[in-house]
């Protein structure tokens, strides 16, 4: 069975960082592609970022691109998101996946809530 358990999100200020990270268990953690997304209140899902399995290559939306970095550590079967120059729009539930962006290979974790107030 997957598993996919996001932690690290919180509240911070404009301009913040934040490190969240995603623990896999249930498959081949370094055999997977594995994606970010993100859904704010009262909008739907959104992809954010994504990393291959075999060269490590990436990708992100252009509303995160040159902010934040995605990043994967295979020994320890977890994804990792560095979130930096925060902004409000940024405020939403974030979640990890296994797959790309248009290759979906399972459902999300339940989630780490990332809040960006002053």
């Known amino acids: 069975e997957v598993q996919l358990m996001e932690s690290g999100g919180g509240l911070v200020q404009p301009g913040g960082s934040l490190t969240l990270s995603c623990a896999a268990s249930?498959?081949?953690?370094?055999?997977?592609?594995m994606s970010w997304v993100r859904q704010a209140p009262g909008k739907g899902l959104e992809w954010i970022s994504e990393?291959?399995?075999?060269?490590?290559?990436?990708n992100y939306a252009d509303s995160v691109k040159g902010r934040f970095t995605i990043s994967r550590d295979n020994a320890k079967s977890t994804l990792y998101l560095r979130l930096d120059k925060l902004k409000s729009e940024d405020t939403a539930m974030y979640y990890c996946?296994?797959?790309?962006?248009?290759?979906?290979?399972?459902?999300r974790g339940q989630g780490t809530q990332v809040t960006v107030s002053s």
């Open positions: 990393i291959a399995s075999l060269d490590d290559s990436t």
């Open positions: 996946r296994r797959g790309t962006r248009y290759q979906v290979l399972s459902n």
């Open positions: 249930g498959f081949i953690f370094s055999n997977s592609a």
